[in-house]
């Protein structure tokens, strides 16, 4: 199965934007790149997902090489709020099925 | 829109007894849920897809007569933990997708149930 790397941990300052990069060189073409964010005893809320052009919605930016082997989720200005645990999470087609299979995650700490 | 309830947010239960989850698509038709387990500072791990009317697909090591999944209508999922033991005291997460969207857009969770069996 196709799977992700990304640090265990990163840390920033309130304000200022942060980007959480992840590693994927077993991506094939059909798999969907997904963000999704868990805060403490919650369940993961959906950020962003894409294919091959860099997306943008209210909460991120998703910039994606060219290669599709990496991605980056870019939080343009973090508030204390966006302190979370951030799954790149590859969405897979397996067996006619389409499903996340979560990855360990970057945590994320704002610092005030 | 979009929103996933689950019931108990949180159950202590004797250890042999069975407990059962609900996962709800309380303002969409959800075609498909999963459910999720994550043992405290671990990952989620995706234990099983369910399909509205038909048997759910377990994951590998997953033991499906200890973990029945029921998917009766298009709103509702059920997981029961059959014969519950301490080590199945975990964080249970349930997730759908919305019915007509496409397979891979995202997927709603619901907020999650803390099972503790003593």
């Known amino acids: 199965d196709a799977k992700t790397t990304q640090p265990n941990s990163m840390e920033s300052n309130e304000e200022e934007p942060v980007h959480l990069p992840c590693n994927h060189s077993?991506?094939?073409?059909?798999?969907?790149i997904h963000w999704y964010r868990q805060l403490p005893s919650q369940g993961p809320e959906y950020v962003i997902h894409?294919?091959?052009s860099n997306v943008n919605n209210r909460m991120a930016s998703l910039a994606i090489a060219e290669d599709r082997k990496s991605s980056t989720l870019i939080l343009h200005r973090a508030t204390l709020r966006d302190a979370a645990v951030y799954y790149c999470?590859?969405?897979?087609?397996?067996?006619?099925?389409?499903?996340?299979?979560f990855g360990q995650g970057t945590r994320l700490t704002i610092n005030p | 829109g979009a929103v996933v309830s689950q019931h108990p947010s949180w159950v202590i239960c004797k250890s042999g007894t069975s407990v059962k989850i609900e996962c709800r698509s309380l303002?969409?038709?959800?075609?498909?849920m999963f459910w999720y387990r994550q043992f405290p500072k671990q990952s989620l791990m995706l234990m099983a897809t369910?399909?509205?009317?038909?048997?759910?697909?377990?994951e590998q090591g997953v033991e499906k007569d200890k973990f029945l999944i029921n998917h009766a209508s298009l709103t509702l999922s059920t997981l029961t933990v059959t014969s519950a033991h301490p080590e199945d005291s975990s964080f249970y997460i349930c997730?759908?997708?919305?019915?007509?969207?496409?397979?891979?857009?995202?997927?709603?969770f619901g907020p999650g149930t803390r099972l503790t069996v003593l």
């Open positions: 997730s759908a997708r919305r019915r007509g969207q496409p397979p891979y857009n995202e997927q709603f």
């Open positions: 077993t991506i094939s073409g059909t798999d969907y």
């Open positions: 894409g294919l091959t």
């Open positions: 999470i590859l969405n897979l087609a397996i067996q006619g099925a389409q499903k996340l299979v």
């Open positions: 303002d969409f038709q959800a075609t498909t």
């Open positions: 369910s399909n509205e009317g038909s048997k759910a697909t377990y």
